[in-house]
């Protein structure tokens, strides 16, 4: 007899009720600004659209910051009907109201990256990321990291029984190639380069100056394996021999 399949998870009632309540705080202040200017701006939908988004979306991050800060996201199996479940849940449905802004081609890379770092994302200096964070308060990322477009990073893993969130690591200096995926528990050491389309799959650990590319990711070759080929071909090169003549 074949094994039962666990029942799919649903979303509790109670984080239902705090996620509509954390949203009718966020737009607290848009509403109230749009009813002061109401008489001002009442021809002028679009400015008042834009001025409503532009206080509502930082609110709306800062109230979810606060709220991860009383209910924390757990690591590791989320437990039916738990603290951890009621928190994620929370978390997940306000990801699905307020990152698909983030991911609009009007919206500024610069800003997106503030508003991952208002989400709780560690982020270093000189650290973009034009891609998809799709959990930021569990991703960090060193200084230097050169990030290329529609890469994602995700923290979560579902399964039709279960949720899991493991923590993404990613140093200094690293590159991660276009449209590449990272998967929830990767940890990227110093320097490395993930090739274009990758997926790093999850719980894999590169080491600091290694090349990985493919699906799934394994290691190609170290950079100083790569540098040294590279000063060995320009030292045998006949055009190396013609210049020292």
């Not at 074949?2 to 996620?19: C, Q, V």
């Not at 202040?29 to 509502?56: K, T």
């Not at 790093?200 to 950079?223: C, D, F, N």
Request: charged fraction near 15%; aromatic fraction near 10%.
């Amino acid at each position: 007899m074949a094994p039962s399949k666990p029942p799919a998870r649903t979303i509790p009632p109670s984080s239902i009720l705090a996620f509509f309540l954390l949203v009718l705080i966020a737009a607290t202040p848009s509403v109230a600004v749009d009813y002061v200017l109401r008489s001002w701006l009442r021809a002028h939908f679009v400015i008042r659209f834009l001025l409503a988004a532009g206080i509502f979306l930082p609110v709306s991050l800062v109230s979810c910051r606060l709220f991860l800060r009383m209910y924390p996201l757990p690591i590791g199996e989320i437990e039916p009907r738990s603290r951890g479940e009621f928190a994620y849940c929370v978390y997940m449905l306000f990801c699905l109201l307020v990152l698909p802004v983030l991911y609009m081609s009007l919206f500024p890379i610069p800003l997106r990256r503030v508003a991952y770092i208002l989400l709780g994302m560690r982020v270093g200096k000189n650290t973009h990321f034009p891609g998809w964070v799709l959990d930021p308060p569990l991703v960090q990322m060193g200084d230097d990291v050169a990030v290329g477009f529609d890469s994602v990073c995700t923290a979560h893993a579902f399964d039709r029984g279960s949720y899991a969130l493991w923590p993404i690591v990613i140093g200094n200096d690293v590159t991660i190639g276009v449209r590449a995926v990272i998967l929830p528990g990767v940890h990227i050491g110093d320097g490395a380069i993930i090739a274009v389309n990758s997926v790093v799959t999850k719980g894999t650990r590169i080491g600091p100056g290694e090349i990985w590319g493919g699906v799934p990711a394994r290691l190609i070759k170290r950079k100083d394996d790569a540098e040294d080929a590279l000063t060995t071909a320009s030292e045998t090169s006949p055009f190396s021999s013609a210049e020292s003549l």
